[in-house]
């Protein structure tokens, strides 16, 4: 056996970090929240309606490729493609959860909706979040105060 101890292989691919999806709703609303980490240039973005019905949009890589007519009647937006994660959390009134996202690569972004699920427009806020190239996402906050106010944050670190 040989081998050089010790030494890495020069072909080791870069490990990404964990990111750590803070999602709270104090309201007592029904809410619909996604959060979804996507590499970049993922594969696009997926929306789903009230009623169940699921669209992809293969070439959007941002939401303002999404066609505008379709943005208000969305309850959850999700990116698609490979090494992409997401949780969808439905909720009846307040609740909260922690998700983690594993082996995230720098210059991820994190899109998420929030949506309450009656009325024909349902879509009360989407974005994305994002770092840059030069730093790792590590904790992204999504939260619904009791007065239905939205909030969204994320925070970055420098690798070391």
Known sequence: MSGRAGLPPTDA???GSDVRAEVT???DRASVVTVGVAPAGHAGL???FVNGTVTEYPDAASIEDLPESVVPRVVSL???GESVQTRIYRWDGPQGATATFSNVSRNA???YSIAYPTGDEPMRTLGR????PDAELTTVELRINA???LFASNTCSQPS
């Open 25 to 27: 709703s104090d309201h």
């Open 147 to 149: 007065g239905g106010d």
């Open 78 to 80: 999700r990116p698609s």
């Open 46 to 48: 997926t929306v789903e």
């Open 129 to 132: 979040l994002t770092c840059g």
């Open 13 to 15: 691919p870069e490990t």
């Open 109 to 111: 972004t994190v899109f």
